[in-house]
């Protein structure tokens, strides 16, 4: 992973805060009201989750992350932050709802990983999951931050069901960010894009969120998933 390139993104994302409610908008109707969330971060996301007034946890392998995370969300005492490494997490308790919002495709195993978070989700529990989509955009910005993939709809949707989450719900989300992506990345070569590449994007994401509410799109730039865990006893 390009250490540059990585904090490139936590510093500008955090500044995007259109893009960043457009894509808690689309977690919300799937929020439960005990939280974890892997991949916490700088904690860009996780305070936005926790307005809602969940009981979040939040986890991250990168110390410093979770300092800079502590420090944001100081005066929201029902979120709780740690450094973990979400594959060996010991579970003393179950979660209504786990979220990896841009987390998996980091993951070398990544089925591996969800079967163990599925040990800490609740029988009927929801794992929510966002990862960047369509494997022919791969290239020199995945690789600067660590991408091992991107996913299509039947590759997601075969990773969860061979995690032994059933049926999964998944739909493309932000097809406006194609072109850029694949433009910097696969034509200029780019390990980040320009900045001010973000904020313009960001000014139009109000106009491009209503244009995706009007129906689901069949591409995109991400993906997200919301799989429920089995109640007990269910194949």
């Given at each position: 992973?390009?250490?540059?390139?990585?904090?490139f993104w936590l510093d500008h994302l955090?500044?995007?805060?259109h893009y960043n409610c457009w894509i808690?908008?689309?977690?919300?109707?799937?929020?439960?009201?005990?939280?974890?969330?892997?991949?916490?971060?700088?904690?860009?996301?996780?305070?936005?989750?926790?307005?809602?007034?969940?009981?979040?946890?939040?986890?991250?392998?990168?110390?410093?992350?979770?300092?800079?995370?502590?420090?944001?969300?100081?005066?929201?005492?029902?979120?709780?932050?740690?450094?973990?490494?979400?594959?060996?997490?010991?579970?003393?308790?179950?979660?209504?709802?786990?979220?990896?919002?841009?987390?998996?495709?980091?993951?070398?195993?990544?089925?591996?990983?969800?079967?163990?978070?599925?040990?800490?989700?609740?029988?009927?529990?929801?794992?929510?999951?966002?990862?960047?989509?369509?494997?022919?955009?791969?290239?020199?910005?995945?690789?600067?931050?660590?991408?091992?993939?991107?996913?299509?709809?039947?590759?997601?949707?075969?990773?969860?069901?061979?995690?032994?989450?059933?049926?999964?719900?998944?739909?493309?989300?932000?097809?406006?960010?194609?072109?850029?992506?694949?433009?910097?990345?696969?034509?200029?070569?780019?390990?980040?894009?320009?900045?001010?590449?973000?904020?313009?994007?960001?000014?139009?994401?109000?106009?491009?969120?209503?244009?995706?509410?009007?129906?689901?799109?069949?591409?995109?730039?991400?993906?997200?998933?919301?799989a429920i865990n089995p109640e007990l006893?269910?194949?």
């Open positions: 992973m390009n250490d540059r390139a990585q904090a955090q500044s995007a805060g808690v908008s689309q977690v919300l109707p799937h929020l439960g009201q005990d939280v974890l969330e892997v991949g916490c971060g700088t904690g860009n996301l996780t305070e936005l989750l926790a307005q809602t007034g969940a009981n979040l946890t939040g986890v991250d392998v990168n110390a410093r992350f979770v300092e800079q995370a502590k420090t944001r969300l100081q005066f929201y005492p029902h979120v709780n932050l740690m450094v973990a490494d979400a594959t060996q997490l010991v579970w003393t308790r179950s979660f209504d709802t786990i979220i990896l919002l841009d987390v998996l495709e980091h993951i070398e195993q990544d089925q591996q990983l969800l079967r163990h978070l599925k040990q800490g989700l609740k029988p009927g529990g929801r794992l929510i999951v966002k990862v960047p989509a369509l494997n022919c955009l791969y290239g020199p910005l995945d690789r600067a931050i660590g991408h091992y993939r991107r996913y299509n709809k039947c590759s997601l949707t075969a990773t969860l069901q061979q995690a032994e989450f059933p049926n999964p719900t998944v739909w493309y989300f932000n097809a406006a960010g194609i072109p850029g992506w694949w433009f910097n990345g696969k034509v200029l070569q780019r390990t980040t894009p320009p900045a001010e590449q973000i904020g313009w994007f960001d000014r139009l994401v109000p106009l491009l969120q209503k244009l995706e509410s009007w129906g689901s799109l069949p591409i995109g730039l991400s993906l997200f998933a919301v006893g269910e194949c």
